[in-house]
């Protein structure tokens, strides 16, 4: 059975894990791409998944509606990503990356690869299974710690 340090020490290192991605994922958009974090999320959705109507890329980015045109147009006007009217449906509008950021992203994405590389290497085969176990893990856990609130007894 865990004791509370126990588990004060594992809310400690989740948060502390957390920040330091942040933090890690932060810099790396700058220096490497000169992207903010938020800018670099709406480019992970476009890369993974694009083309895709901003509202798709909102959502996946975690970020606003609002926010993500400000931060698309911002990109558009930087050449890295470019936006049309969807021959679908006039009142969306589909982002795609253009090869300038394509580049840009394929570069922060190695360059996260190659630090993650250097820092893999010095795990052993038994620390890198469980390492990967855990972080597995905890991808699964994380999204059920935000709690559900309760229904207001009107709406029941």
């Not at 933090?23 to 490497?32: C, E, F, I, K």
């Amino acid at each position: 059975m865990a004791t509370d340090q126990q588990f004060e020490d594992f809310v400690t290192a989740t948060h502390d894990l957390y920040a330091a991605m942040r933090r890690n994922r932060a810099q790396l958009a700058r220096d490497a791409a000169g992207l903010s974090l938020s800018q670099l999320a709406l480019l992970d959705a476009v890369a993974t998944d694009g083309p895709l109507a901003v509202g798709e890329i909102a959502t996946q980015a975690g970020v606003s509606g609002p926010n993500a045109t400000r931060m698309l147009k911002q990109l558009e006007q930087s050449g890295v990503v470019t936006r049309t009217r969807s021959p679908q449906d006039e009142r969306k509008v589909v982002v795609d990356l253009t090869p300038q950021g394509r580049a840009l992203y394929t570069q922060n994405r190695n360059a996260l690869r190659t630090s993650q590389q250097a820092h893999w290497s010095t795990l052993n085969p038994t620390q890198r299974t469980q390492f990967v176990k855990v972080l597995q893990q905890m991808a699964v856990m994380i999204p059920e710690w935000i709690p559900v609130p309760p229904v207001p007894k009107d709406r029941k």
